[in-house]
């Protein structure tokens, strides 16, 4: 489902712990790490594709996890033209995403990456709530840093800016 715009409609999920922590998850076979995340089908509303998602790539259900907040709007990022697919109709441009910040109510043993039909992660670690901006691939840096100081204030102990060596 891709939008007038070119946008595909999608969440980004922050999971965090009780240390106020966030699952960082590894891409199944490449280096690059990431929030979880995923497009929105036609019939659900974005809480609903949370759950899916949620339990596709992590392998957790909605009991397991606490809902603290998510962005007020969409945050969008535009693909690189080495990634669009030219021959699709309509054509991608980048993802419009809902982001939601959660908090594990669950043991870290819960955390699943084999549960989804085609794995999307083959490794996920608890890192400090600013860290992802050092380490997310450059097109999502900036969404990533918005949703980020968006939700701060929703998670008690997060630092509300990230460090002076991360910021932009």
């Not at 409609?9 to 995923?38: E, K």
């Not at 910040?101 to 794995?119: N, T, W």
């Amino acid at each position: 489902m891709i939008d007038a715009d070119g946008y595909r409609p999608n969440v980004g999920i922050i999971l965090s712990n009780t240390d106020g922590r966030v699952l960082w998850a590894r891409r199944i076979g490449q280096q690059g790490w990431q929030f979880p995340q995923g497009g929105i089908k036609a019939d659900e509303d974005p809480l609903q594709a949370l759950y899916r998602e949620l339990r596709e790539e992590v392998g957790l259900q909605a009991h397991q996890v606490e809902v603290v907040g998510s962005t007020r709007g969409w945050l969008r990022y535009r693909l690189p033209k080495r990634f669009l697919r030219r021959d699709c109709k309509p054509m991608c441009i980048g993802q419009k995403q809902i982001w939601y910040l959660l908090r594990l109510q669950a043991p870290d043993q819960d955390v699943r990456l084999d549960l989804g039909d085609i794995p999307e992660f083959d490794g996920w670690r608890w890192v400090d709530y600013w860290q992802p901006l050092q380490e997310v691939v450059a097109f999502k840096r900036d969404v990533y840093r918005l949703a980020l100081e968006e939700l701060a204030p929703l998670l008690p102990g997060a630092p509300q800016r990230p460090p002076r060596s991360i910021r932009s």
